[in-house]
């Protein structure tokens, strides 16, 4: 299985700095990036997140010509970036996972019937690979240096 990440996801990694946490999260399987969600992280005013945009963690893909054309079809979706819209592009034509933070992204992935997988289930994942006092600092770190609310935070911390 592969996963096609947004650049919400690993921005937010990138900025509390444990980027490497997503590889724990997926596992041995391919991480893939947009070209898209590279020029976005490269674009970031932070440090870590530019960085991020080269990290030998995820594997940069370029969209083939079907994927270049159903990204094309997509043109009515005003309301996504560009980044966004290349993933869905790659995950729908690649039979992948979408990981994403942004709610319009998501349901439009769902609407074409795309597994999704958001911040939260990744947190929840790593409940079963690190200690639950990393998680909590990870979830506190998350809040507050990329101004993200996680629903349901109790739940995933206990």
Do not use: C
Request: charged residues 30%; neutral net charge.
């Amino acid at each position: 299985m592969e996963f096609v990440l947004d650049a919400d996801i690993i921005s937010t990694f990138a900025k509390v700095n444990r980027l490497s946490l997503l590889k724990s999260a997926f596992g041995r399987q391919k991480i893939l990036v947009p070209p898209a969600v590279r020029i976005d992280l490269r674009k970031s005013k932070h440090q870590t997140v530019r960085e991020s945009a080269a990290s030998p963690l995820f594997t940069s893909v370029e969209l083939t010509d079907a994927e270049a054309g159903l990204l094309n079809s997509f043109s009515g979706q005003q309301n996504l970036g560009r980044g966004e819209l290349e993933g869905i592009a790659l995950a729908k034509s690649r039979n992948a996972v979408f990981v994403s933070n942004d709610l319009k992204a998501i349901h439009f992935a769902e609407k074409l019937r795309l597994e999704v997988i958001d911040l939260q289930t990744i947190l929840f994942s790593l409940k079963e690979i690190i200690p639950k006092q990393s998680l909590r600092e990870l979830s506190y770190d998350i809040e507050k240096k990329d101004r993200v609310i996680i629903p349901d935070k109790e739940e995933i911390l206990s």
